[in-house]
């Protein structure tokens, strides 16, 4: 499944917690269970696996509002995987923000 969205004006950590916010948000609906989640943030990925503080306050809000959806698709786990792995991600980013201009 893929899903992509125009976020407005913010940093490239606060979107990609909305990105992993809609992905479990969808996986939700679909009663999913036993999930793995792939970023190319490893500052949000060890966020979430409470390996890294949350510091920024704009993050802390993002934060909460991920590990509140995480309860209902255990086990759940969160992995880095380096960009050049995540080239579908960047070509969907770049249709949205092409959409824009």
Do not use: W
Request: net charge neutral; proline share 3%; charged share 20%.
């Amino acid at each position: 499944m893929e899903r992509a969205e125009f976020l407005g004006i913010g940093t490239n950590n606060q979107a990609e917690y909305m990105g992993i916010i809609r992905a479990l948000e969808t996986l939700t609906e679909m009663k999913a269970y036993d999930i793995v989640v792939f970023s190319d943030s490893e500052l949000v990925v060890k966020q979430l696996n409470k390996a890294y503080q949350v510091k920024s306050q704009q993050l802390k809000i993002l934060y909460h509002q991920a590990q509140s959806l995480i309860p209902g698709l255990f086990p759940i786990q969160f992995q880095h995987i380096p960009r050049s792995q995540n080239s579908k991600a960047d070509e969907l980013c770049n249709k949205v923000l092409n959409q824009q201009a």
